[in-house]
């Protein structure tokens, strides 16, 4: 295990611990490691080193283990010695997994904090939650896990229980499949395969069908519509950015998609990964488009305005970042 995640507890415990954790998280990563989170910097490092120092953990919850072993089977201490082992072992282990999620969440929502007015999620959510956490041994599992408990503590409610156990069954592969694929997904349930720079295997969208997680084989054509002022043939919805297609009148752009599933759905609303604008552009360009142009809504509402704007210029695509103050135009 390396020091930064030996170490997490103490490095946000630095100077006293963010806001954003003794506020509506601290509940929820309060379960993970097993105390308040509104205690003293100085106990978190002493907790930090304790659960991740084996011979440390051990020796925490020896005693109480030594007791209910012995009352099982006083009689046979080999018995005793090795039920002792086990347990401490796989208590060690699951606190480790716990502990593990919840860096991973910490670090998401010091990034993104939730709104003030969240309540963080509720005890029947982490009843369960915990549980999962407690198995995720490996890092994409424990990546999962961590997005979805910092999205749940942003937006109580958004995550099912159908969800979480469809998150604790994948194995590492499908789990590293999911993270790769998500940056391709809408708001809207689609994920644009042909928008991906490595062609996709049948083995692995066989394996994310079977998993549960699309369904395949479905095609989105954007057309030319001369109704649009703006000429827009088509929409992607993501991270509150909306992009609008330029087409040719000679030719539409054609994509490949899979249509998520609801858990598909709700990782992708939960975990909020950033679009991957730019394979889009490279995608939607060599297909008929002319520009593809990214607007983004103010956290404030009203109308969005241009960010981003992809065009090919002498057979190279092209990108400019669009200043803030820009209107948008009327075309």
């Known amino acids: ?49 304790a659960i991740h120092d084996e011979a440390n953990a051990k020796r925490n919850v020896n005693n109480a283990i030594v007791d209910s072993v012995a009352q099982v089977s006083a009689s046979d201490e080999q018995i005793i010695e090795r039920a ?34 969240s309540e963080g999620p509720s005890d029947d959510f982490m009843n369960k939650f915990e549980r999962y956490a407690e198995d995720a041994s490996s890092d994409d599992l424990r990546t999962l896990f961590g997005k979805i408990l910092a999205g749940e503590v942003r937006k109580p409610g958004s995550i099912s229980p159908f969800t979480m156990h469809f998150t604790a069954m994948l194995d590492k592969h499908t789990a590293d499949l999911i993270n790769r694929y998500l940056p391709y997904c809408d708001d809207n349930g689609n994920c644009y395969l042909g928008f991906m720079p490595e062609k996709i295997s049948e083995v692995e969208k066989v394996s994310l069908e079977q998993a549960g997680f699309w369904s395949t084989g479905r095609m989105i054509t954007f057309q ?32 490949n998609v899979a249509i998520l599933s609801r858990a598909g759905k709700d990782l992708v609303t939960t975990i909020d990964p950033s679009f991957n604008w730019r394979s889009a552009a490279e995608y939607l360009l060599e297909n008929g488009v002319e520009t593809l142009v990214v607007q983004k809504f103010p956290p404030t509402g009203g109308a969005s305005v241009p960010s981003r704007i992809f065009a090919r210029i002498n057979g190279s695509i092209v990108e400019s970042e669009m200043p803030p103050s820009t209107p948008e135009k009327d075309k």
């Open 1 to 49: 295990m390396s020091d930064e995640s030996e170490n997490w507890l103490s490095n946000i415990a630095s100077g006293g611990l963010p806001q954003i954790i003794a506020g509506p998280a601290g509940k929820a990563i309060s379960r993970l490691i097993g105390a308040a989170v509104d205690i003293p910097a100085a106990w978190l490092e002493v907790k930090a080193q």
């Open 84 to 117: 002792k082992n086990s347990l401490i072992n796989k208590s060690y282990r699951t606190q480790v997994n716990k502990e593990a999620v919840a860096r991973i969440a910490v670090g998401e929502l010091i990034e993104t904090p939730p709104p003030p007015e």
């Open 224 to 255: 030319k519509r001369e109704s649009e002022r703006i000429d827009v043939s088509g929409f992607i919805m993501r991270n509150k950015k909306i992009s609008t297609f330029s087409v040719t009148e000679r030719r539409n752009a054609t994509v």
